[in-house]
């Protein structure tokens, strides 16, 4: 894949109150392609929304380059950085209509008003606002407001768009909603998006990658199942999704699969591929890996929680041990106190290298 | 939650409060009105007589037993009404461009001597009166400075930049920077974002300083006292005059008209406020 | 917070103001200070020579053949700092309850109180201390009126008294104290104060460990906007005081328009601003403090 945005080396640092000093950007590469959609994924103060205004050109960096389509934009100012931002409180001119808001891009380009008009028309169109022009920004529901800001972004056709948490104001059903037409405007426009949240259902809902971040540095960057399915280490394995993490050692292996232990006795079933006896490791497996079963891990049900469609457990390890999260599907009884065995395929089990 | 007893009295004592507001005032309109010129708390009959004085409409004749006791001259009085009005237009035009400047360069700047900008533009207002006006009156007389109206408009605005100053601030304050970050994003230069989208977000703000700013321009007395020379006098100044020569029954007429003009600014302020929230 | 670069917008917003208040306040102030240090002329006007006697004057120090120490400046520093002191003390008493009212009152009629007290900002000030010259002179409205009711056989004597200063300070200052205490009462979190009850404190205890140390910013605020321009007041004096009502600002006025001794005046001047600076200064570094303690 060609890449559109080229990061190399970025750092920035900030300093605190106290006089402390803290890598907001600690060293981050990263590339984004023509028509991709990634994701600046991570707990508050990773860096992602540092990172992203690196990009849009409203901090500035203390090392590092930022390339857009071969162009340098390091020391750029963000006026004149060809591309545009979806800001997370939606930054609409209130003294201005829907349109001229839409427009402002084109008016300050100078654009003639004839060509501006048509523009902006097509803009709210591709947003699904034609007509709503004339309003301004106080007369239109958060939804709608999303929608001017997104027109707004797109109307100098940038190649990239950031978007800081621009679902992050909305409802539940609402961001659902927005989510699915984010990413079908941008399969239509065929540009590039840099989105952040700090949602990860939202991340694994859109991107075509996720960046995973923390504390200034890149610690997983993939689609959404390998970030999910196959996280490199235990940060991402716990931000993304519900875990169990096992660390357990490697008791014997027998043809395609290894039977591993941990410290108190729990027994886990994994590939072969690759292990060795009495090597340390950790075993993650997601709730739904499990199913409740006759034979497999015993263990008692510590609480169930009932959530719609299925029922969550947490169970105690007969052997001892942290509890284990386990998702049962709807009608799979399972109350408080009850005995239960655990089962899992082997094939489901990822592994990380190290205790 | 609250007793009833303990928030009638509250009640109670909250509606003395705005009588001993409001009272003073309705005492001057009231005898404003009243013929007896000799003790003017004695109500003789309604009369116009004060009124129609102020304006020059009656014939006075200077005789101890008339009643229109002179007052000093309607000329002199509608001259000082004009300047006060042209001061305080020029007035609030200086500090409302020098107030609104400085609040913007102090709110969306960083630079090295931010916090000695933010204590030294509150200054003027903290500044006692009189201290503000003998240093003006020396400062202008060592210079060889004729005292005019020039000198009364550079005083008046010294303090009223800091006026305008802390409106403007605090209208700053609850502009979201993301708009003008916005406005950067979509191609605005730093002065294009400036014209565009903080100015025209500022303008209630701006109006309001510039709205106080006249009223107080308008209203100062101390510092107006000291450095308006022999020639040029402002209205309170020549109000303040006329109080100091003994009380006349025209004083109370033209203490009315005063409070009404001050109760329409108000009222004025009051609608454009509310005008802009929507 | 954005970066912004130094540009040449940066300097094109700050030298107006920079330059005006440079000029015309700074300067003016410095002069004061060198005045206060000059050799006042025989017949008005200045020597260009030092000269502490002006200070020497007020507060002791005098050589006893050109100036002589009169301790009634001091007398009337004390009584101008007292003055302010209880200007500050009555128009909180008065305003406290009435900024707790009107918060409590359903948003209608607290935006038409709000009103009614912002209005004096926009009415004269002369105009509003000549209605108590009316009201408290000895054939005023006051007097005819408790005469008239029977009350009392012989008029009252309060103009031309310290209280009739008090009063009209009172009078004029009482919007100042108000809008910064009813801004601390309204911000304070009316689930504290119940939190407070059902916890098992009475009104009293609530008031004193919930509200008062909460609205205290307010109280603060309050007392130095009033505080400030009372100490320097000449009008208030000038007006409604007599003899026994002067005050520090009245002093100065008359080194300037009657006695023309202008080193003496500006050393007056310089003890009004010390005053000043000195209050400005306390309020200042506690209002850090608590802040800091806050945040």
Known sequence: MDSLLEIRGARREFVTPEGDRIAALDGVDLDVGAKEFVTLLGPSGCGKTTLLRAISGFEALDGGTIRLGGADLTALPPFRRPLNTVFQSYALFGHMTVARNVGYALEVAGVPKRRREAEVAEALDKVGLSGMGARRPGQLSGGQRQRVALARAIVAKPRLLLLDEPLSALDRNLRQQMQIELKTLQDRLGIAFVFVTHDQEEALTMSDRIVVMRAGRIEQIGAPRDIYRRPRNRFVAEFIGETNLFPVTVDRVEGPTALARTAEGVELLLPAAGRKPGEAITAILRPTDFTLADKGIPGTVRSAVYLGSDLHLFVAPAAGGPEIRVTARDGQAAETGAAVHLAHDPARVHVLEGG | ?278 | MAIRRQSAILGLLLAPATLFLGVFFLLPLLIIALFSFLTPGLYGGVEWSFYHWNYGRIFGWADGIMEVFEPVYLRILWRSLSFAALTVLVTLLLCYPVAFWVSRLPERSRLFFLFLITLPFFSSLIVRLYAWLLILKPTGFLNSALMGLGLIAQPLEILYTPTAVVLGMVYVMVPFMFLPLYAAVDNLDRAQVEASMDLGANRVQTFLKVVLPQTLPGIMGGAVIVFIPSVGNFIVPDILGGAKGLMIGNLVEQQFLSARNWPFGSALSMVIMSVVLTVLLVAVTRARKTGAGHA
Not at chain 2, 57 to 70: F, G, H, K, Q
Not at chain 2, 87 to 107: E, P, Q
Not at chain 2, 209 to 226: C, K
Request: charged letters at 15%; aromatic letters at 12%.
């Open chain 2, 1 to 278: 939650m609250r007793n009833p007893w303990g928030w009638a009295a509250l009640t109670g004592f909250s509606l003395l409060f705005f009588v001993f507001i409001y009272a003073p005032l309705f005492v001057i309109v009231g005898y404003s009105f009243n013929s007896n010129p000799v003790n003017m708390m004695i109500w003789e009959r309604f009369t116009l007589d004060w009124y129609t004085g102020l304006f020059g409409l009656t014939e006075r004749v200077m005789d101890p037993n008339s009643r229109a006791a002179y007052i000093e001259s309607t000329d002199q009085m509608i001259a000082a009404l004009k300047t006060s009005l042209t001061v305080a237009a020029f007035t609030t035009t200086i500090a409302t461009v020098l107030g609104t400047a400085t609040a913007i360069a102090l709110a969306r700047y960083r630079f090295r001597l931010r916090g000695f900008y933010n204590g030294f533009l509150m200054l003027p207002m903290m500044m006692p009166d009189i201290v503000l006006g003998i240093g003006l009156l020396i400062f202008f007389v060592t210079l060889g400075m004729q005292l005019s109206m020039l000198t009364i408009v550079i005083g008046h605005c010294t303090f009223l930049t800091s006026y305008v100053f802390i409106i403007v601030q605090a209208r700053i304050a609850g502009i979201d920077p993301a708009l003008e970050e916005a406005s950067a994003d979509l191609g605005a230069s730093e002065w294009v974002t400036l014209r565009k989208v903080l100015l025209p977000q500022l303008a209630p703000g701006i109006l309001g300083g510039a709205l106080l700013a006249f009223v107080i321009s308008m209203d100062d007395l101390v510092i107006t006292y000291f450095i308006s020379g022999t020639g040029d006098t402002t209205l309170p100044v020549f109000i303040f005059g006329m109080i100091r020569r003994g009380v006349k029954p025209e004083i109370n007429a033209i203490a009315t008209l005063i409070i009404l003009a001050s109760v329409v600014i108000a009222a004025a302020g009051l609608w454009l406020r509310s005008r802009k929230t929507d």
